[in-house]
C-alpha cells in the first residue's frame, strides 16, 4: 500500500469514529458497559459528544494534510505559512481566545461595575501588594509580618500595579493582560530554540501551536499565577544558555536572570539550580561560568537575609503549610506527578524517544533535569490545583523535544508525521472547535467572594475583623483584619502537624480553639450555606472538606456563633460573633 494513503485512512477512521459516537446508541452502549466495567459508575454523555467532535476535528486535520502530501501543494503552503507568518497567527490565536475566556471567565458586573479576579490564592499577593502601596509594608494585615506569598517578585509587580491602578476591580485586569502578553512574549523564544536543535518547520510548527493551545498554559495564565512569568524566563534562560555554549560565550545577564528565577518563585531555586548545571556542564569556559553562577547567587540571597530580618523566618509560611509534618505528602506528590505524566504521557515518551536518538548533550541534560524535577515536586507533596502550575516551565520544552522525537522516529516520512501528531495532539490537553464552542460562565466562587467582601466593607467599621477559609477576594475587597483559619498567613497553624486526612495541600491544617478562642473574630465565614443537617457536617468531618464540617461541631463556633447568622442570602454563612458590637448593628444584619 502506498505509504502517503496511510494518512488519508487514518482520517477517514477518525471521522467514521466521530460519526458513529454522535450518532449511535448502540456503540455509546458499548462504551457505557466497558466503561462502567473497567472504572465503575457511568460514563457521562457530555464526554462522548465530546469524543465524536474530536474525532471529526482531528480527522479533518489528518485528511487535509493528507491532500497536502498527495497534491504536493505543501510546497507552495510552506512558502506562505513561513515563521513570520507563524509568528503573527499565534500570538493574534493568544490575545484572542486567551480575552475571550478572560472576558467570559474572569469578569463579571456587580453593582453596575465590571469586576476582575484572580484565582484567590494571588488575591492574597494582591492584598500584600496593596498594603505595600499603601505604606503598610508587605504584610497581610497591617503591623504583622508574616511571609504568606511564595511569589515575591510577581507580589512586588502587583505592587507597581496598585500604584498606578486605584480601582480595586481593576487591578486584576493589569495583571491578566500581563499574563497574556507574556505568553505572546514565549512564542519566539520556542522558535528561537527550535533553531538551536536544529528543527524543521513541522516541529517549529508543532511546539507553538501545542503550547498556545494548550488548557493547562491557559488556565494558569488566567488565573493569573507567577507560573507564566516563570515559564517566560526559565524558556529564555534555556536558549540563552545553549546559545552562549555554541558561540563558546558567557554572558553576565543570562545567569542574573537565572538568579530572579528563584525570586518568582521562592521553590523555583530548583530551576535555578538547574538552569546552573546545565550552564556549568555545557559550557568550555567553567571557571567564568562559576564566577557568574556566583555573583547571580547574591540576588536569591539578598532576598533570602531580607525575609529573615523583615518576616524573621527562613521560609514562606506556605512552605510550611504545605510540606512540613505532613508525612502523607510523598504519596499525594506522586500522585501528582503520575497524573501529570497520564495527562501528557504520549509526549513524555516521544521526549525520550527523541533524546536516545538526538544523542545531543543539551537535549540530554535538560531532560535529567525534568526527571529530577519531577522528582522533587512529588517530594514537595505537589499542589492543590488542576492546571499542573508546577509543570509550566517545561510544558514548552516538552512541546518541542516530543515533536523532534516524532521527527526522528519516523525519519521524516510525511505519512507517518501525520499520523503520530495527530495522535499526539488527541492525547494532549489543547483546545479544539469543541472547547473554544462551549458556553463560558464567570465563576461563580469568585463572584460570590467578591460580593461577601463588598457587603463586609460597606457595612462594617474599619475595626472589624473577619475569619475566612478562603483568603484571597474576601480579605482583598473587605479590606478588613483577617484571621485565615487555614494558615497560609498563619505561621502557628502553617507549622502545625496535618490535623484531618485530608490530602489536600494546604487545606489540612486548622486550630479552630486558636483562630475563633484566641482571635474572637467579629465575623466568621462558613463553607456550608444554611439550613444544614448533622449528618452533611459529619460527612463533611473528613477527607479533604474536614475543615468545613469541623467548623460546624468545634465548640466556640457552636457557643458563640452559630445562633447569630447574618440574616442576608450568600453562598456561604456569614456569623456574628455574640459578644461583637457587630450584634447591634442591624444594616448587615
Known amino acids: 500500500m502506498n505509504n502517503k494513503l496511510l494518512p488519508i485512512i487514518f482520517g477517514a477512521f477518525l471521522i467514521a469514529i466521530g460519526i458513529i459516537l454522535l450518532n449511535s446508541d448502540w456503540f455509546n452502549g458499548i462504551l457505557q458497559t466497558l466503561y462502567s466495567t473497567l472504572r465503575g459508575g457511568s460514563l457521562d454523555s457530555s464526554v462522548i459528544v465530546r469524543l465524536g467532535y474530536n474525532s471529526l476535528w482531528y480527522g479533518s486535520l489528518a485528511l487535509f494534510f493528507s491532500i497536502l502530501i498527495v497534491t504536493r501543494l505543501q510546497n507552495v503552503f ?11 497567527f499565534a500570538a493574534l490565536l493568544v490575545i484572542i481566545s486567551y480575552m475571550y475566556f478572560m472576558i467570559t471567565c474572569k469578569s463579571a458586573t456587580i453593582d453596575g461595575e465590571r469586576f476582575w479576579w484572580l484565582i484567590d490564592d494571588e488575591m492574597i499577593s494582591m492584598r500584600y501588594a496593596r498594603n505595600f502601596i499603601s505604606g503598610l509594608g508587605l504584610v497581610w494585615n497591617p503591623g504583622e509580618r508574616v511571609e504568606g506569598y511564595s511569589n515575591f517578585l510577581w507580589t512586588i509587580y502587583m505592587s507597581v500595579v496598585h500604584l498606578f491602578v486605584k480601582a480595586s476591580s481593576k487591578t486584576s485586569l493589569i495583571i491578566l493582560l500581563t499574563n497574556i502578553t507574556l505568553i505572546a512574549c514565549t512564542i519566539p523564544v520556542i522558535i528561537r530554540l527550535c533553531h538551536l536543535f536544529k528543527s524543521n518547520s513541522f516541529v517549529i510548527y508543532g511546539s507553538v501551536l501545542g503550547f498556545v493551545l494548550n488548557i493547562n ?20 534562560s534555556v536558549y540563552r544558555t545553549i546559545k552562549e555554549s555554541q558561540d563558546d560565550q558567557v554572558n553576565l545577564i543570562t545567569y542574573l536572570i537565572i538568579g530572579a528565577i528563584s525570586l518568582v518563585r521562592a ?4 530551576l535555578s539550580a538547574l538552569l546552573y548545571a546545565l550552564s556549568f556542564l555545557l559550557n568550555k569556559n567553567r571557571r567564568t561560568v562559576f564566577l557568574y553562577i556566583g555573583l547571580s547567587l547574591l540576588i536569591p540571597l539578598a532576598h533570602f537575609i531580607f525575609r529573615i530580618i523583615y518576616y524573621g523566618d527562613i521560609l514562606p509560611s506556605t512552605a510550611y503549610l504545605k510540606t512540613m509534618n505532613w508525612s502523607g505528602k510523598y504519596i499525594v506528590g506522586l500522585k501528582y506527578v503520575l497524573s501529570f505524566l497520564s495527562h501528557y504521557g504520549l509526549l513524555v515518551v516521544l521526549v525520550v524517544i527523541g533524546t536516545a536518538l538526538s544523542r545531543r548533550k543539551d537535549i540530554i541534560l535538560l531532560i535529567i533535569g525534568f526527571f529530577l524535577y519531577s522528582i522533587y515536586i512529588a517530594y514537595i ?19 518541542i523535544l516530543g515533536f523532534q522525537g516524532i521527527q526522528h522516529l519516523t525519519s521524516g516520512r510525511s505519512a507517518g508525521v501525520i499520523i503520530v501528531s495527530i495522535l499526539l495532539l488527541m492525547s494532549l490537553p489543547v483546545h479544539t472547535p469543541y472547547t473554544f464552542a462551549q458556553d463560558r460562565q464567570p465563576e461563580k466562587c469568585n463572584i460570590e467572594n467578591i460580593k461577601l467582601g463588598l457587603l463586609i466593607k460597606n457595612n462594617t467599621p474599619e475595626d472589624c475583623t473577619v475569619a475566612d477559609f478562603w483568603a484571597g477576594s474576601v480579605f482583598y475587597f473587605s479590606e478588613r483584619y483577617g484571621i485565615d483559619f487555614l494558615g497560609k498567613v498563619d505561621p502557628h497553624i502553617a507549622k502545625l502537624p496535618v490535623v484531618s486526612d485530608g490530602t489536600l495541600p494546604g487545606h489540612n491544617k486548622f486550630d479552630f480553639d486558636y483562630s475563633l478562642g484566641i482571635f474572637k473574630p467579629d465575623l466568621v465565614i462558613a463553607n456550608f450555606s444554611l439550613p444544614v443537617s448533622e449528618e452533611k457536617m459529619k460527612q463533611l468531618s473528613t477527607g479533604n472538606p474536614a475543615f468545613t464540617g469541623r467548623l460546624y461541631f468545634n465548640r466556640i463556633f457552636q457557643e458563640h456563633y452559630f445562633e447569630n447568622p447574618v440574616n442576608i442570602k450568600t453562598w456561604r454563612t456569614i456569623f456574628i460573633r455574640d459578644e461583637s458590637p457587630l450584634c447591634s448593628l442591624r444594616t448587615l444584619r
Open 78 to 88: 510552506s512558502r506562505i505559512l513561513n515563521e513570520k507568518f507563524l509568528l503573527i
Open 217 to 236: 498554559v491557559m488556565g494558569c495564565c488566567l488565573d493569573g499565577f507567577e507560573a507564566v512569568l516563570l515559564s517566560f524566563l526559565f524558556m529564555l
Open 381 to 399: 507533596g505537589g499542589d492543590a490545583f488542576i492546571d499542573y502550575r508546577f509543570f509550566m516551565p517545561f510544558i514548552p520544552l516538552l512541546m
Open 267 to 270: 521553590d523555583a531555586v530548583v
